[in-house]
């Protein structure tokens, strides 16, 4: 019997950890100066197709992989006129 009532006391005490410890999530998701936070979409399918589409202009033109933005200017600039060639 006073293990039955141990086990109930803590599974009542997990319970009420977790719904104190969660929160209300309107009040979580405030920034300091207490406007809303936007919420940030998840990678869409347009993102993606966009990476592939980087990946074929970085093998069409015989690059190393880097990211985008660790290229130089003069390589960004060349990437976004290809691009633009490219629907």
Request: cysteine-free.
């Given at each position: 019997m006073p293990l039955?009532?141990?086990c109930f006391c803590l599974f009542g005490a997990a319970l009420a950890v977790s719904v104190f410890?969660?929160?209300c999530r309107r009040h979580h998701d405030r920034h300091d100066d207490g406007q809303p936070a936007?919420?940030?979409p998840a990678q869409t399918q347009p993102a993606q197709n966009e990476n592939a589409i980087y990946n074929q202009w970085e093998v069409e033109t015989?690059?190393?992989h880097k990211e985008l933005a660790q290229r130089p200017p003069d390589e960004q600039?060349?990437?976004n006129d290809w691009r633009q060639k490219h629907p």
């Open positions: 039955r009532k141990l410890t969660t929160g936007q919420s940030q015989h690059r190393a600039k060349e990437y």
